[in-house]
């Protein structure tokens, strides 16, 4: 198959050819149109897959094979320009499960761990509610990681095992506010990333062994005897596959995938090891594309193609620990031409992959440079299934489905906010972008630290994106009227509880707590 890289400014994108091409509290809300009008939804969820990590969006830097997703998007939409809320796991998770930016929960930096309570509170509208709602049967196969309520043998907060103590986890209670209780119908799961104990799968709201063993996938904790982490990746892929057959075309159906790989433990199994002949990250990110390419195999060969919406994105950029002098000595580029990585609050962190196929709707080979965020994928469900949303929920929601009818998104928000690792924020109008600490707010040099003591240090940074792609010419010195700008519309949006028209709404945490500058 040929490929022709077309560049778009300093998007780096690729075009199959034409012949190709061709080839390819919540109130119930009536709905006008038929159960089997509605799209099924296939939501697939990769877990630090960087832009440049599928090789279409990435032809000129990116050495990793990935012809299923580079077939997706040859049949659906690239979006350019698509960013997470944030550039590390949970708070991207629960954005996207919400609508509403995390940062107005207590979630200021960091991440859940696998024994967390439920971040997402009770009564809050989420893309399963909507869906149930909707005539949707809903699902989700893969891992949650936003906190789930466990029960304990005494009433306190849930903890591992150690070599020391036992957990006080009760293994055959019933967990509450995890998937079940969301919005799904069916989970079946892990309760956070795969480096998180228990390592232990998880059913509706039942833990479906206890744990007699402690294994180290990374972090030590309880495992059932026969949990490996090198099994997972194609198990999802399997039980996802088998759910997809089992629908059928009377009542629409909501997948929900999220993947554990390519993130830590970084474990491809032994039909993928060495095939990229770069370093086991490659080999575990193409064995990655092969699990998704089996789950859209899975809609097609159901039938579903036409009147199915696959996505396929990434909860964040990639993860250092992918070892990028390895992967760049074979001129892989896993941010594509962007600067900085996972944890990092530059475009690396945030911007991500989203590929949308949707044949009844969408074109095939086509393209859209539109800025969306993740939080947006709520509005856009809700707009796709004719679903009012109340006007207390997802407030920082705007719909991208005129985008995949190749048209303009209109909204009266101004901008998007994404955070690092540490909590440092950026906000995004138009080309322009604000961030509120002198380094990458992450895990890439220089960090905030090292920044603040450099002799030309600025309190903060301001791009350009349309001429500074890589985010190398600082112009928060040069320009602060648009600093100044920006900064009072990111204040205007936390204060107001929302960043899209309609009556003020409370965070869950008081607006001081709530810290713009780290």
């Known amino acids: ?70 077939k997706l998007a040859s049949e659906g939409m690239i979006f350019t320009d698509a960013h997470t809320t944030s550039s590390v796991c949970t708070p991207t998770r629960y954005s996207l499960i919400t609508g509403r930016y995390h940062w107005r929960t207590k979630l200021q930096k960091g991440v859940t761990q ?232 530059w475009e690396g962190g945030h911007r991500v992959p989203f590929i949308v196929r949707w044949p009844a709707q969408v074109k095939a080979g086509s393209q859209c440079d539109q800025t969306i965020c993740l939080v947006d994928f709520l509005a856009s469900v809700a707009d796709i299934v004719e679903f009012t949303i109340p006007e207390t929920a997802a407030g920082d929601s705007v719909s991208f489905l005129p985008a995949l009818e190749g048209k303009e998104i209109l909204s009266e928000r101004k901008g998007i906010v994404s955070q690092s690792v540490s909590g440092s924020f950026a906000y995004r109008m138009g080309d322009w972008k604000l961030i509120l600490c002198a380094g990458s707010g992450g895990w890439s040099s220089p960090r905030n630290r090292e920044a603040n003591n450099l002799p030309n240090a600025t309190k903060g940074q301001l791009y350009n994106l349309a001429d500074d792609i890589r985010e190398e010419n600082n112009l928060y010195i040069e320009k602060p009227e648009i600093v100044e700008k920006l900064l009072k519309q990111l204040e205007s949006e936390v204060a107001n509880g929302r960043s899209t028209p309609g009556p003020r709404l409370e965070n869950s945490l008081p607006v001081a707590n709530i810290k713009l500058w780290k």
């Open 114 to 345: 696998g024994y967390s309570l439920a971040l997402i509170s009770p009564n809050t509208l989420t893309v399963g509610n909507v869906l149930q709602q909707s005539g949707y049967t809903t699902a989700m196969i893969g891992k949650w990681h936003i906190g789930m309520n466990l029960p304990t043998v005494d009433g306190q907060a849930a903890h591992s095992s150690t070599a020391e103590k036992r957990s006080n986890v009760n293994w055959t209670g019933d967990i509450l506010e995890g998937p079940f209780d969301k919005g799904f119908d069916y989970f079946y799961g892990t309760s956070a990333s795969l480096d998180m104990p228990p390592y232990v799968y998880i059913e509706n709201r039942k833990f479906l062994d206890t744990p007699t063993e402690l294994k180290a996938f990374h972090r030590l904790g309880d495992a059932s005897a026969d949990f490996e982490d090198i099994d997972v990746l194609d198990h999802y892929g399997e039980k996802a596959s088998e759910y997809i057959k089992k629908q059928n075309s009377e009542k629409p159906f909501f997948l929900y995938v999220p993947l554990t790989s390519p993130h830590t433990p970084i474990v491809p199994t032994e039909e993928w090891q060495g095939k990229s002949g770069i370093n086991s990250y490659a080999d575990f990110q193409m064995q990655t594309d092969a699990v998704i390419g089996r789950i859209i195999q899975a809609v097609n060969d159901a039938e579903f193609r036409d009147n199915t919406i696959v996505i396929v994105s990434s909860d964040n950029g990639c993860s250092k620990m992918a070892n990028f002098d390895e992967l760049e000595a074979a001129g892989h580029y896993a941010s594509a031409q962007f600067r900085g990585s996972k944890s990092d609050i």
């Open 1 to 70: 198959m040929q490929e022709q890289p077309v560049i778009l400014g300093s998007i780096f994108v690729m075009r199959i050819l034409p012949a190709i091409l061709a080839l390819s509290s919540i109130i119930p809300i009536s709905i006008n149109a038929t159960a089997t009008d509605k799209p099924n939804i296939v939501f697939i969820f990769a877990d630090d897959m960087g832009y440049g990590d599928v090789q279409c969006l990435n032809p000129l830097r990116g050495k990793i094979p990935t012809p299923h997703l580079d």
